[in-house]
């Protein structure tokens, strides 16, 4: 009895050691290779900011709600259809993608472009660098393509909600919003038109698949669809190899591909806006 006590008590002596190494042991490697000026601890440093962040964050949202509240409108009616019928502010961007694409592609296609692009950045993001800290300079890309891809979301939402009025009209802030503006004079016309247009090409048929046929100038808009994509892969790849060879071939053409699919929306709705082009690639099953 005398010598289980004693080997009972020197294993609770030993026990404050065992744990006093696994914590160095823990300790060493998740600071592995960094000095200790270069870390701080998380209680208090960081909470204390979390904090301090939520309380302002909670402050501003009870100001917004006692200024500016939201609106409720009167019960809804079979009789009365709301002009304009405006979606919840965080679907008003889709919504405004209406406007300029075909519903197929802005309510199915970009959705799950979006939604996909998010989930493989970071499968496709190799960079090591701007992991626990804040940094633009090493990791310029990635800065610049999530915040152009979030600023024309956010732009696309705040053209919905303050300058769409009655028909889904463009109006200005000091323009009467009870007042019905005239339709638009313009005609908006498919590339395929301008191009038959300007070169004197024939509307007919050249490329027959299955009951559909394809002419001349449906058949350029498709090359110059492809063609912008193909430029768009080609130019990084000879010019910036490093970009390439870091990424690989999946990962770059993965890269690509979507930073493509998003700058060719503003390009899409520049084109609208500026050459009153209604698609830029027309064929029996999407429109674009």
Do not use: C
Request: proline letters at 6%; aromatic letters at 18%.
């Amino acid at each position: 009895m005398m010598e289980k006590g004693a080997s009972l008590m020197m294993d609770k002596k030993r026990s404050p050691e065992k744990s006093d190494g696994f914590s160095r042991l823990v300790k060493r490697s998740a600071s592995e290779n960094m000095g200790p000026e270069d870390t701080v601890l998380v209680w208090p440093n960081l909470v204390y900011i979390e904090l301090i962040s939520m309380l302002f964050s909670l402050s501003i949202l009870l100001f917004l709600s006692l200024v500016s509240p939201a609106p409720l409108e009167e019960a809804a009616s079979a009789d009365t259809t709301p002009n304009p019928t405006k979606a919840p502010w965080y679907f008003l961007g889709l919504q405004e993608l209406l406007v300029f694409f075909d519903p197929w592609l802005a309510g199915v296609v970009l959705p799950t472009l979006i939604i996909f692009g998010l989930i493989i950045i970071p499968y496709v993001d190799i960079n090591p660098r701007g992991k626990g800290y804040y940094t633009y300079s090493e990791r310029k890309f990635a800065v610049w393509g999530f915040s152009f891809g979030l600023a024309l979301w956010y732009i696309l939402i705040v053209i919905g909600v303050w300058f769409r009025g009655l028909d889904w009209q463009w109006y200005w802030p000091w323009d009467d919003w009870s007042l019905h503006k005239p339709a638009s004079a313009v005609t908006l016309v498919d590339l395929e038109v301008i191009i038959q247009n300007l070169f004197g090409l024939s509307d007919a048929p050249i490329l027959s698949v299955g009951r559909y046929g394809f002419s001349v100038a449906n058949l350029l808009t498709l090359v110059l669809f492809v063609g912008y994509y193909l430029v768009g892969f080609t130019i990084p790849f000879l010019f910036l190899r490093d970009f390439y060879r870091k990424l690989g071939f999946i990962r770059y053409n993965l890269t690509m591909f979507f930073f493509l699919s998003m700058l060719g929306v503003p390009l899409k709705i520049f084109l609208r806006l500026i050459a009153d082009i209604k698609y830029v690639l027309v064929t029996p099953w999407f429109k674009i």
